[in-house]
């Protein structure tokens, strides 16, 4: 009779599921996403694996609300919150992406926060004559 063959996720193989103890991170990158109808914030560590994150919506706000400064402060808040706390974060990179209202004022709660800013980056991607945009908002 045939020895059967191991599953590959066996509990024999190696280590499943979380850690328990939570990895020490003390430098990384948050990544600040501000459109006009949300704003979500990443927080990853120097390779981009995600460690945290929140948006607006993910903090309770619906509909247009979800745009405006403060909310995008409160998103910036909680996620930077579990990080510090929980990973011992000191220091980060910052990168801005995106036209919305949130930029400034999650900027100004990753600062509030108590971690040490290497530099801020704006990466909001900018066609060199590509295709056509479409049609500016009327409000």
């Not at 000191?90 to 926060?113: F, N, T």
């Amino acid at each position: 009779m045939a020895k059967p063959i191991p599953k590959l996720g066996s509990r024999k193989n190696g280590r499943i599921g979380s850690r328990k103890h939570a990895r020490k991170i003390p430098k990384g990158i948050i990544h600040v996403q501000a459109s006009f109808n949300n704003t979500i914030v990443t927080v990853t560590d120097v390779r981009g694996r995600v460690i945290s994150w929140s948006s607006a919506g993910t903090c309770g706000f619906k509909g247009t609300r979800r745009g405006t400064p403060f909310a995008a402060q409160t998103a910036a808040g909680n996620a930077i919150r579990t990080v510090v706390a929980d990973q011992g974060m000191q220091r980060a990179e910052v990168m801005i992406k995106g036209p919305g209202l949130g930029r400034d004022a999650a900027l100004r709660a990753i600062r509030r926060s108590g971690i040490l800013l290497k530099f801020i980056r704006d990466v909001t991607p900018m066609p060199h004559n590509g295709c056509r945009s479409p049609k500016k908002r009327r409000v």
